[in-house]
């Protein structure tokens, strides 16, 4: 005989519940001896074409602090670590030469924070592009980091997530 029905039904439920959880897999990349750890990467779709936003969530599991010195973009002529601020009332960003990653602990780049630019593109990303690169740490170390482009919409709907994550 058969399952009944009502075995079939759970092992169905089982099926879709664990389909929901993997429709969008969560990306992640690690360097080679596992240490450091790059996940949540996306980037904003771009206005002017020229230049783009790129954010993600960067671990360091290892017991000593490393440092985010160089990023390499497919199709970028340059990428920098930028700082977001406020002077004199106005939201500036900044710079900076090297990213510091403590020892243990998660630094998150979101929009309004930390994010590295991309400039002079080869071409405009659009939502659904993905982009392709390279983290280089001062300890020689190396991650790969593939970041999807989101519209605007969507970019908004991430930053909302991020700022409940980060009150939570
Ligand atoms: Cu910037």
């Known amino acids: 005989m058969s399952p009944s029905p009502r075995r079939q039904w759970h092992l169905l439920l089982l099926l879709a519940a664990t389909a929901c959880d993997t429709a969008e ?13 790059i996940s949540e990467a996306f980037a904003g779709e771009s206005v002017t074409g020229a230049t783009a936003a790129v954010y993600f969530s960067l671990r360091n599991r290892g017991p000593v602090e490393d440092t985010l010195e160089a990023i390499v973009v497919e199709g970028a002529g340059s990428a920098f670590i930028h700082e977001a601020g406020e002077r004199d009332g106005i939201r500036v960003m900044a710079p900076v030469s090297a990213l510091p990653l403590p020892a243990d602990q998660v630094t998150r780049l979101v ?35 593939r970041a999807e482009v989101h519209g605007l919409t969507e970019l908004d709907d991430i930053l909302h997530e991020s700022t409940r994550r980060s009150a939570g």
């Not at 897999?25 to 750890?37: A, F, I, Y």
């Not at 080869?122 to 300890?139: E, H, I, N, T």
């Open 25 to 37: 897999p969560r990306w992640v990349s690690t360097s080679r001896d596992g240490v450091l750890e």
């Open 111 to 145: 929009p309004g924070g930390t994010h590295v630019m991309l400039l002079d593109l080869a071409r405009r990303p659009v939502a659904g592009d993905s982009l392709r690169g390279v983290l280089r740490f001062r300890s020689g170390r190396e991650v790969s980091l």
